[in-house]
Nanobody, 118 residues
Framework: QVQLVESGGGLVQAGGSLRLSCAAS????????MGWYRQAPGMQRELVAR???????NYADSVKGRFTISRDNAKNTVYLQMNSLKPEDTAVYYC????????????WGQGTQVTVSS
């Protein structure tokens, strides 16, 4: 099992910044992808950004140039630096980790609320 604990959400004005953190513990060997999804009220959960253990990254088009994902493998922690926040970034942000042993299993954090006021 992998446990993911998120922190860093909150309320910020449009144009502001927040940094989310997600610390993994437990059976952390063989974790490949880590990343963030978000879900706004009434909307489907969408991928925001992801990063491999080798630090290759992917971003949703809506956050490119504003958000940066990074990973500290020594601390088993992934970060999401969010700059130039917009009201449409308001959502619950969920950290995830994909652990591949024989097959891939996905683990989720509990979610952290990000609210951007206009």
């Amino acid at each position: 099992q992998v446990q993911l604990v998120e922190s860093g959400g909150g309320l910020v004005q449009a144009g502001g910044s927040l940094r989310l953190s997600c610390a993994a513990s437990g059976s952390i060997d063989s974790i490949n992808y880590m990343g963030w999804y978000r879900q706004a009220p009434g909307m489907q959960r969408e991928l925001v950004a992801r990063i491999t253990s080798g630090h290759n990254t992917n971003y949703a088009d809506s956050v490119k140039g504003r958000f940066t994902i990074s990973r500290d493998n020594a601390k088993n922690t992934v970060y999401l630096q969010m700059n130039s926040l917009k009201p449409e970034d308001t959502a619950v942000y969920y950290c995830y980790a994909d652990r591949i042993v024989i097959y891939s299993m996905r683990y989720w954090g509990q979610g952290t609320q990000v609210t951007v006021s206009s």
